[in-house]
Structure formats: C-alpha cells, structure tokens
C-alpha cells in the first residue's frame, strides 16, 4: 500500500470508530472516597447525631439569633433554591442534584433525608440547611484529595461526635474546663478562622466538566486580601462598621467582634423570610430578617466607586467614560451565580435645557432592561454553546464582565457636543439578585403549587428590590 492510502484509510477507520470511541472521562471521582458524589462531602460515622440548632441556641442564645434569618439558616428553604433544585432532579436526575443538596443542607444529605425537591415531612435539621452543627462538626477538609486538588463541592469532613457518641463541636478558643458544659466537648480549630473553611462551599464546580460555576474563594485567593490574611470571616461575620475596617484597613477583627450575621447581597430573600415570618405571626423573626436586609443593603452600598470623567476630540467633547472600582468586596463583584446577579450602570446625560442626551440602564415597568445596558456580569453556555443560567449545563462562559477586588472597569458613551455646551451626567451602579423574568420563572417551578400563598402570604411575585449601590452627578463643561 502507497503510504497515502495508509493516511487515508487510518483517517476513515478513526472517522467510523464513531459509537465504540466516547469522549474520555472529563474527571475521575474516586466515589468510594467521596460516597456522596458528586457532593464532595465525607462523614465520619460514629453513631454521634447531628444537633438541631435551636438546641445549641439554648446556650448561645445570641449566635442563635444571629444566624436565624441569615442566608445560612435559608439556604434550604429558599424558593429560588427549591425551584432550580426541582429543575436539576427532574432535568439531570437525583444522583446529580445531590451536588446541590450537599451544600444546602449537608447533614441531611450525609444522613439521607433528601430525596429531591420540596419541604414536605422533613426534619427540623434538615430545614435548618447550613446549621450550627454542619460548620462546628467539621473536623477537617478534603481540598487536596478532590479531583482538581482545590476546595470545591462541599469538600468538607463532618464529625459531629466519637464513637463513645460525646459530642465534640470544633471552634475558634481554646478550650477551658466548662467549654460545653458537658453538653459537647470543644476542640480548638485553626479552620475555623479562616477562608478555607467557607471555600468547600463557596466554590461551586460543573460536577461533569469542572467549570468553576462560582468561584468566590478562588477571586478571593488571588486578591490582596488574601495576601494580607483578610479571611471572609473578617467581612462577613461581622458589624457593617468592622467590615468597613477590615476592607479598608486590612487589620483582622478582635475574636470578641466577631459575629454570625453571614450578611451577604441576597435582599430578596431576606423580604421573603420577613414574609414567611409574619405570616407565622413569629414578629421578632420578620424584624430580625429586615434588620439583615438593611445589613446588606449598606454593605452593597460600601462595596463600590465610581468616577465619570470626559474624553475630548478635535476641540469638542467625544465621549464621557464611567470607571466603576471594585473598593471593598473581598472577591469580584459581584461574585458566586454571576451570570444571574445583575449589577449594571443607570447612565443619564441632559444639556442646559434639561434635553436628555443619553439614557441607558432604566428597567422597564416590568422590570426588564433594554438591550445595550453595561451589565457587570457572567454569560453562559451549555456543550452546544446556547445560552444557559443552569449549573448541571454550563460548561463554558463566553463573557465575564465581573470587577475584581481593588480592581475597576471602565466604561465609555458616545456623547459628541460641541464647545460650550455644559452637560449634567446622572451615573448610578444598580442591583438585584436575578432579572425578574429568572426568578420568576424559578418560582413558579417550586413543586409545592401554592406555596406562595401558603407560606408568604402573598399570591403574585413580587418585583425584586433594586438598588442603588452609589450614585454620582456631574456637570461636564466644553472648554
Ligand atoms: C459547593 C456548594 C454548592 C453547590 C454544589 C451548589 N450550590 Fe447553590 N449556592 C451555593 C452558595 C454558596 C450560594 C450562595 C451564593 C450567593 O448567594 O452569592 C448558592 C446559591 C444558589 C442559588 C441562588 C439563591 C438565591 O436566592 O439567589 C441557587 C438558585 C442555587 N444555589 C441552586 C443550586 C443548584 C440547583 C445546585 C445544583 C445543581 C447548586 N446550587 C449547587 C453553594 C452551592
Ligand atoms: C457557616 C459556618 C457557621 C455556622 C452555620 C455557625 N457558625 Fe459558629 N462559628 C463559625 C466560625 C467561622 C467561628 C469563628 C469566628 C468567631 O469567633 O465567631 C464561629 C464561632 C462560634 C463560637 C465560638 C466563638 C465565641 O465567640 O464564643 C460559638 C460558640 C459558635 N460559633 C456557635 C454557633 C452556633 C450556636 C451556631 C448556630 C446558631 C453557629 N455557631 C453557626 C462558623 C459557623
Ligand atoms: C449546655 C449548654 C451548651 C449547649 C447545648 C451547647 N453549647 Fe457550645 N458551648 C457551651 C459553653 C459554656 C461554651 C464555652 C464558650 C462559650 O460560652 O462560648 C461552648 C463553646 C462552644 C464552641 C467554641 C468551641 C471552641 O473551642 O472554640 C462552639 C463552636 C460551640 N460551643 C458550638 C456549639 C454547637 C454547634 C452546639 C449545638 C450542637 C452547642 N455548642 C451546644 C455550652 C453549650
Ligand atoms: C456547608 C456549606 C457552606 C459553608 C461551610 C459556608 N457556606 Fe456560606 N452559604 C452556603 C449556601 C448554600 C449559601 C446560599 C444560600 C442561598 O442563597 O440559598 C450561603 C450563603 C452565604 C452568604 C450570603 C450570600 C448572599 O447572597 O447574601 C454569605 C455572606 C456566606 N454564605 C458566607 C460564608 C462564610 C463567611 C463562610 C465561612 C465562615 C461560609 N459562608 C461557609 C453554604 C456554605
Ligand atoms: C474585604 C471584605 C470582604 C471579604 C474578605 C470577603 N467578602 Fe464577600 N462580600 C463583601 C461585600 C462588600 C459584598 C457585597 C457586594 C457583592 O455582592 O460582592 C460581598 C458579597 C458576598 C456574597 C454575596 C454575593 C451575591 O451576589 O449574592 C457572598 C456569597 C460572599 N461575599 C462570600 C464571601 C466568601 C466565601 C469570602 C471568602 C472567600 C468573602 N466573601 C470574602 C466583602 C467581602
């Protein structure tokens, strides 16, 4: 045979080995090292229970206070949560919406109560999602035996208790004699105080294709926070007034300041659980969860900065250019479901006559924003490249627009006037948790029909909050 035929029969066999050669594996998951897969849980079983929080509340009454309402306390709860969940067990299969289970609520998925979506005859632990006992049974971590060696997918070792079934609760003090008043045994964790104890979670990966989905602590990691040891613990547990000083200082809180508030962006939520509570009649939560919801809504106003300034040509004005500065978010911003979370630029500009020039970035009455806004956000693709917000599909992003910590973008408008001309631009940087039309389609797939009525008291969907993160006004002059 001449060689050329060599070439092109070796070519026509590979072409119709077709069916017998699949795609290899993208990763191997070592599944009796991680029975949970893919949540990359472990447990260590020792016939020690895991604790309902409102026991651990008897004797730490504030800790209790502070994490009810919280993000944590919700994350299993959380409607926008049980819609996607519904999506992922009906879409994917349970065997791969454990992944998402496993940090939502890990104790009952090691234990396992989960069998999908839905809160229907489930135990109060469960319902408590990242409860007092899944941070404080966690002995250790796994992060360096996972696929891709990193934290990721709930890379966590929990152990509630030792086989004489003592409970042992793992936490920042040395422990004195009356650590646990005989009810746990304490054991100092330098986990604890640091990042690495939030990356299992925080660090959501394609279970199929480990695309980093969310990726706070790896933006954190490479930050000059990281650097300068300002753990999440430092911005997220907490005052507003600490976590100013820990951004802008960069000095780590006294143990005494710290606090379990987990504050975050989610707004939304916090409404929902103030809802839901009022609904209970339980007033003292719904209070509790609007005090969170303030909490958040300053923390989003420190996070950032911007600065409008002119670009001027051929003697006129060409262009006026926005720099939005990333000044206290740990991570990027925003961080996590960055292809749902919408942070974008309202941008107005009117002449003397108050004539507007330029408007961009205001929401319609049913909340949707025009084609064209700058939104500061993640968009991605499934294997076929179409469009997808859903974790078991993503496998790619074709854009990221996210800030980085200390880091800025700029973004520039056409706006040609001639000399003399002064000009007023209105910049506003806003948020909200998802478009609306993302939320509401995830809450409509909630499998309990009526829940909203049910559980919150309300019978339509209401408009996500939008905020104003900062603002700024200023007359550009033509000289
Ligand atoms: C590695 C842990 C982890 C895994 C796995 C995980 N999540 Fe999450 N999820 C989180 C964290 C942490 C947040 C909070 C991020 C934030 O609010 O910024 C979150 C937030 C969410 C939200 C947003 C809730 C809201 O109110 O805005 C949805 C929806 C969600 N997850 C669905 C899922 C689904 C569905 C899966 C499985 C396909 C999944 N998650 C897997 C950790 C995880
Ligand atoms: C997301 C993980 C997480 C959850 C959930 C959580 N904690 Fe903590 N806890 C921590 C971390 C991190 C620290 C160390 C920072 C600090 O000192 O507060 C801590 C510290 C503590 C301490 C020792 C510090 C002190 O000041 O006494 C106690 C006690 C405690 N937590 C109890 C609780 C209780 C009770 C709950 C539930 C109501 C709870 N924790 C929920 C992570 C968590
Ligand atoms: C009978 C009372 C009691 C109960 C119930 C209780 N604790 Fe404690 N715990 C204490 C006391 C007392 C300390 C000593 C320090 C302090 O007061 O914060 C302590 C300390 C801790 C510490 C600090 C350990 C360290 O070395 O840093 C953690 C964490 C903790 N508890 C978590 C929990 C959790 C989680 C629960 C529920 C599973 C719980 N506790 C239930 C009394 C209790
Ligand atoms: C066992 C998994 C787990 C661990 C450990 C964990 N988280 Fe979370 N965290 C979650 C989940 C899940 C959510 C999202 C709940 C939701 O929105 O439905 C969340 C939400 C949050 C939020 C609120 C986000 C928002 O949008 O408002 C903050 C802030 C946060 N976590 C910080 C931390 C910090 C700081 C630590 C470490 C001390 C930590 N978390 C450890 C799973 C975890
Ligand atoms: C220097 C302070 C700082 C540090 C350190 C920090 N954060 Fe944040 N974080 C913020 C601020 C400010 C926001 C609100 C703006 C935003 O959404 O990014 C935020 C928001 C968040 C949110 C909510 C995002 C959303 O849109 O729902 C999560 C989740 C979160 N942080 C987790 C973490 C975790 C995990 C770490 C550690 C790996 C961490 N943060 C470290 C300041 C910090």
């Given at each position: 045979m001449k060689p050329s035929t060599i070439v092109l029969l070796t070519v026509a066999a590979l072409l119709f080995a077709?069916?017998?050669?699949?795609?290899?594996?993208y990763m191997q998951t070592d599944t009796a090292f991680y029975p949970y897969a893919p949540s990359l849980l472990k447990w260590e079983k020792t016939g020690a229970d895991f604790t309902e929080p409102e026991t651990c509340g008897e004797c730490h009454p504030e800790k209790y206070e502070q994490w009810q309402g919280s993000m944590h306390a919700m994350a299993f709860q959380d409607p926008i949560y049980q819609g996607e969940l519904y999506l992922a067990v009906t879409k994917a299969g349970h065997d791969t919406a454990r992944q998402c289970e496993g940090c939502h609520t890990p104790a009952a998925v090691v234990k396992g109560?989960?069998?999908?979506?839905?809160?229907?005859?489930?135990?109060p632990l469960a319902m408590a999602?990242?409860?007092?006992d899944v941070c404080h049974s966690v002995?250790?971590?796994t992060h360096w035996q996972t696929p891709y060696h990193q934290p990721e997918n709930g890379s966590l070792i929990l152990s509630p208790?030792?086989?004489?079934q003592e409970l042992t609760k793992y936490g920042p003090l040395a422990p004195d004699?009356?650590?646990?008043?005989?009810f746990h045994a304490c054991v100092e964790s330098k986990l604890h105080t640091s990042s690495e104890l939030c990356a299992s979670c925080h660090q959501v990966f394609n279970?199929?294709?480990?695309?980093?989905?969310?990726a706070t602590y790896q933006e954190w990691k490479n930050s000059p926070y990281s650097t300068k040891s300002i753990h999440c613990q430092d911005c997220h547990m907490v005052d507003t007034k600490t976590f100013k000083r820990s951004a802008d200082e960069l000095v780590r809180p006294e143990?005494?300041?710290?606090?379990?508030?987990?504050?975050?962006?989610?707004l939304f939520l916090y409404k929902m659980t103030a809802l839901a509570a009022e609904k209970n009649g339980n007033k003292d939560l719904a209070a509790n969860a609007l005090e969170k919801y303030e909490m958040a809504l300053a923390r989003l106003k420190a996070a950032a900065e911007l600065a409008v300034f002119p670009v001027y040509r051929n003697g006129g004005l060409a262009e006026i250019r926005i720099r939005v500065k990333n000044?206290?978010?740990?991570?990027?911003?925003?961080?996590?479901l960055t292809n749902i979370r919408q942070m974008w630029l309202e941008v107005t500009a009117a002449g003397p006559?108050?004539?507007?020039l330029l408007s961009t970035g205001t929401p319609d009455q049913k909340g949707k924003l025009a084609k064209g806004t700058r939104i500061f956000n993640t968009r991605g693709q499934d294997g076929n490249l179409n469009f997808s917000i859903y974790p078991w599909e993503i496998?790619?992003?074709?854009q990221n627009e996210t800030i980085p910590p200390k880091g800025f973008r700029e973004v520039v408008y056409g706006l040609a006037l001639k000399k003399g001309i002064p000009v007023t631009v209105h910049a506003k940087l806003r948020f909200r948790q998802a478009a609306q039309e993302i939320a509401e389609k995830l809450l409509r797939l909630?499998?309990?029909?009526g829940h909203l009525e049910k559980i919150?008291?309300?019978?339509e969907i209401p408009l996500l909050p939008v905020i104003d993160m900062t603002e700024t006004r200023v007359v550009i002059n033509t000289p």
């Open positions: 077709g069916p017998g050669l699949a795609a290899p594996p109560e989960i069998k999908g979506a839905g809160l229907k005859g489930l135990s999602g990242v409860s007092c002995k250790g971590h208790g030792t086989a004489d004699e009356w650590c646990g008043e005989e279970h199929r294709t480990h695309t980093p989905l969310e143990l005494a300041e710290y606090r379990h508030f987990f504050n975050g962006a989610n000044i206290r978010a740990g991570h990027n911003l925003p961080t996590s006559d108050g004539k507007v496998e790619t992003f074709s909630v499998p309990d029909p919150y008291g309300i019978k």
